[in-house]
Each structure stands twice: as structure tokens, then as C-alpha cells.
């Protein structure tokens, strides 16, 4: 069983950068390839990116690729993604996920799901 918390969303304006956190609870956290996921008010969730369970293979939808950098600290239990060239339409509570399957695009592989943290981007 893994528990998931996200940090590090807040307001940002297009063009600037934030950093998401998830601390995860349990010591098979490194056992997990971790996503992450995003919302937007009226849209479905959908995939951000995902990291392999040794910090050596991602992979990333197209809205992210070459802004985002997901990473991950199995030591420190954590996956963090960093944002840069931020845009209005990056608006959403994003969420990070663990599964069993690498790589995982969809949310009905991920077993285990934080609650989420807040990015909005306006000027």
C-alpha cells in the first residue's frame, strides 16, 4: 500500500515555472512507476507523464514535452515534476499516482492516487 501526498501547486504567471512534490508512504514505494495526472475545471483527467521505477526511463504527453521533467528520489520516497514555459491551459489540480505497469498513460493502471494540489497560471 502506498499513500501519496502532493505540494508545491500554487499561482504562477504564464511563463514562470513551479516544481510539484508527492511524498509517498511505504517501503515499496521504489517497486512503483509513478505518473502524473491533471484535471481541468470541466475536463476529464489526463496523463502528465511517468517515470519507470529506477530513475531511468520517462515518458510524457504531448501537452508537457519539453516543458515538464518528472524525476524521482527513491531514497527520499518522492516524485517531484517541474514545470517551466508555463501556460494558461496548464490550469488544473494535478495528481500523482502509482502503478504496477510502466509505461502507464491511463488512470485505471494506477492503483494508488493522492488528493491533488492546485496550479493555476494567470497574470
Known amino acids: 500500500q502506498v499513500q501519496l501526498v502532493e505540494s508545491g501547486g500554487g499561482l504562477v504567471q504564464p511563463g514562470g515555472s513551479l516544481r510539484l512534490s508527492c511524498a509517498a508512504s511505504?517501503?515499496?514505494?521504489?517497486?512503483?512507476?509513478m505518473g502524473w495526472f491533471r484535471q481541468a475545471p470541466g475536463k476529464e483527467r489526463e496523463f502528465v507523464a511517468t517515470i519507470s521505477w529506477s530513475p531511468g526511463s520517462t515518458y510524457y504527453a504531448e501537452s508537457g514535452m519539453g516543458r515538464f521533467t518528472i524525476s524521482r528520489d527513491n531514497a527520499k520516497n518522492t516524485v517531484s515534476l517541474q514545470m517551466n514555459r508555463l501556460k494558461a491551459e496548464d490550469t488544473a489540480v494535478y495528481y500523482c499516482a502509482a502503478a504496477q505497469i510502466y509505461p502507464a498513460t491511463t488512470q485505471k493502471l494506477y492503483a494508488h492516487w493522492g488528493q491533488g494540489t492546485q496550479v493555476t497560471v494567470s497574470s
Open positions: 511505504g517501503r515499496t514505494f521504489s517497486s512503483y512507476a
